[in-house]
């Protein structure tokens, strides 16, 4: 799996997912914090990458534009806040979602991450 991270994740998250066996980078590591959504996205497909974001309002929208527009995108997985922290101790958890997607098909699709059930 190939994963563009928005500009709201660390580079921490980056290289915890490139551990997993992630190919992983940050909107930041790419030089491009303060890019606009619709150019992330298109960096993301430009480099066949599938993006994480907790952006939902902003790229549920440019996705679906993407494919009204009849063009394909790599996907996009959302973190939303309210399950997963940014702070350190959410890194782990974070991992654990995206490797239980990271086998699907997730080509044209938006993808929400679920935390792992506590026991």
Do not use: W
Not at 41 to 48: K, S
């Amino acid at each position: 799996m190939k994963l563009l991270l928005d500009e709201m994740y660390s580079p921490g998250l980056a290289e915890a997912l490139r551990a997993a066996g992630v190919d992983a980078c940050t909107v930041i590591e790419l030089g491009l914090a303060g890019s606009s959504d619709p150019e992330v996205f298109a960096e993301a497909i430009a480099d066949g990458r599938t993006l994480l974001t907790e952006n939902v309002a902003d790229f549920t929208r440019i996705s679906a534009d993407h494919l009204v527009a009849s063009q394909h995108h790599p996907g996009v997985l959302i973190a939303l806040s309210s399950r997963f922290s940014r702070r350190a101790a959410g890194i782990g958890p974070l991992v654990t979602a995206i490797g239980d997607v990271a086998d699907q098909q997730l080509t044209d699709r938006l993808v929400y991450l679920q935390a792992a059930s506590k026991a």
